[in-house]
T-cell receptor, first 112, second 115 residues
Framework: GNSVTQMEGPVTLSEEAFLTINCTYT??????LFWYVQYPGEGLQLLLK?????DKGSNKGFEATYRKETTSFHLEKGSVQVSDSAVYFC???????????FGSGTRLQVQP | DTAVSQTPKYLVTQMGNDKSIKCEQN?????MYWYKQDSKKFLKIMFS???????INETVPNRFSPKSPDKAHLNLHINSLELGDSAVYFC??????????????FGPGTRLTVL
């Protein structure tokens, strides 16, 4: 079956630090990959996506590249802000099943 | 204009009660979902409907019964509530019937607390 593995949190960074949140996946076929963000007390928002190998998704300074050879989709940001504090979820959707399979989420705390 | 809305936002109830959560989307999507987020933030699919037809039914107790009166609405009814049902329930919707691209739009969630 499909699975997504994310690095354990919380990740605590100072403002303007570089962020990497690792995500690897197991899936049949060629899944689409997503990063969702959940701010405190809110629902999930799509942050970025990639639908095929070597695609790079980007949004709000965040980037992730679909690496088929390493089955990874790591999230990066060059300079985090306090407002980026949230829980980040890596997820995949495969051709045969439209529901998303989520990783366990990684909490990011950015300190001023 | 809220794309995916859920009611209520908070629900506190006693064990053994029956309760419903409602979801509506105004995006014109043909597929809707219910996800459960547990206390550790783990998200798991429960059900999915496409054009009012059930297409995904995960290993969920049969006390949970989804109902889709039309493709814009997907409600979740829970009978005989148990302590372990306490969680945040998210509704989502997406468009598309083929391929793997499946951007889902989520509602704000319903926090259910069973006492």
């Amino acid at each position: 079956g499909n699975s997504v593995t994310q690095m354990e949190g919380p990740v605590t960074l100072s403002e303007e630090a570089f962020l990497t949140i690792n995500c690897t996946y197991t899936a049949t076929g060629y899944p689409s990959l997503f990063w969702y963000v959940q701010y405190p007390g809110e629902g999930l928002q799509l942050l970025l996506k990639a639908t095929k190998a070597d695609d790079k998704g980007s949004n709000k300074g965040f980037e992730a590249t679909y690496r088929k050879e390493t089955t990874s989709f790591h999230l990066e940001k060059g300079s985090v802000q306090v407002s980026d504090s949230a829980v980040y979820f890596c997820a995949l959707s495969d051709t045969g099943r439209r529901a998303l399979t989520f990783g366990s989420g990684t909490r990011l705390q950015v300190q001023p | 204009d809220t794309a995916v809305s859920q009611t209520p936002k908070y629900l506190v109830t006693q064990m053994g009660n029956d309760k419903s959560i409602k979801c509506e989307q105004n995006l014109g999507h043909d597929t809707m979902y219910w996800y459960k987020q547990d206390s550790k933030k783990f998200l798991k699919i429960m059900f999915s409907y496409n054009n009012k037809e059930l297409i995904i039914n995960e290993t969920v107790p049969n006390r949970f019964s989804p109902k889709s009166p039309d493709k814009a609405h997907l409600n979740l009814h829970i009978n005989s509530l148990e302590l372990g049902d306490s969680a945040v329930y998210f509704c989502a919707s997406s468009q598309g019937t083929s391929g793997s691209y499946n951007e889902q739009f989520f509602g704000p969630g319903t926090r259910l607390t069973v006492l």
